[in-house]
């Protein structure tokens, strides 16, 4: 366990505490302590400063159960990993699967370079959320993957309701309630051929972002939304639903699962615009999904299929 890691376990608590007395626990110069801090407010987790009473975080972090998480992946087969601190949970499994560790999961309390669809960064402050990636070997062939971070969104949406979450999913990869982002996944195709492929599934989860968070849309976590569940068990319980979902994926190929599509789709008649990097821009309602997965956007009297591109809600004020 680095420095900072053995601090913010302390300052874990929620309670006020002396920087001194944390200066004499770790054996820790003055200089030293402030470039912890400064590292943990990098990181999206600032400490507050109480005055005379000390420093404090905003709450207790409820830590991931490292005993719990891998006595249920052992039941599934997986071979599972905790970290502190990685700079992506999608980057570090590509390591794995050089190494022939198959299928796998890997999750972290902290992500330093967390990474989301089309390069953007993924804000993952310490115990603020869910930060997990699971390698795995499809025996679907790369023609019929594309349809799969819409099956990953409606797994992970489907366990979410059962915790009292209204999910939906924004195509193709966010999770959203009432329009405001709550996770998203990124799934990356790791090596592939005329036969299996070997895939990177990516997961995060707000859980309690500090209030202070800045990103580039409207957000929520499960605090905000009344929901207060043991981190460790909901990733217990998002673990199974991707296994579950990808075994099904395995046995039966996409359709099954965009059958329920429907039931999931946040975008579902609203009025979008549809941007790409080059600077093409197209505007129409949302019309669902092919059987490819691929987003249908109403042009006149037809139905334009994208599996690409930029979605952006139209507002209607």
Known sequence: MNTTEAVLRRLGDGRAHQPGLLRDEFGLSADAFARVLDELARLGLPVHQLGSDGIQLAGPIDW??????????????????????????????????????????????????????????WVSPPGAGLYLSLAWRSTRPPAELAPLALIVGMAAAGVLREIGVAAMVKWPNDLQVDGC??????????????????????????????????????????????????????????????????????????????????????????????????????????????QAGRLLVGQGESALPLHSGEVRVRSTA
Do not use: Y
Request: charged share 25%; aromatic share 4%.
């Open 64 to 121: 991931l159960d490292g005993t719990r998480l891998a006595g249920r992946a052992r039941t599934l087969g997986l071979d599972l990993t905790l970290e502190w601190l990685c700079e992506s949970t999608n980057s570090r499994l590509h390591d794995a699967l050089h190494q022939g560790r198959m299928p796998c999961v890997l999750l972290a309390e902290a992500q330093s370079g967390g990474r989301g669809r089309r390069g953007r960064g």
């Open 181 to 290: 982002k709550l996770g998203g996944c990124l799934v990356e195709v790791a090596a592939a051929g005329s036969g299996p492929s070997d895939l990177v599934l990516g997961l995060g989860i707000n859980c309690r972002l500090p209030s202070t968070t800045e990103l580039d849309q409207p957000w929520t976590d499960l605090h905000r939304l009344g929901i207060s569940t043991d981190r460790t068990e909901l990733a217990i319980r998002l673990i199974d639903g991707l296994v579950e979902a990808l075994r099904q994926f395995d046995r039966e190929g996409a359709g099954p699962a965009l059958a329920q599509w429907s039931g999931f789709d946040a975008l579902a008649g609203r009025m979008v615009d549809v941007v790409w990097d080059h600077g093409r821009q197209l505007s129409g309602p949302a019309l669902g999904i092919d």
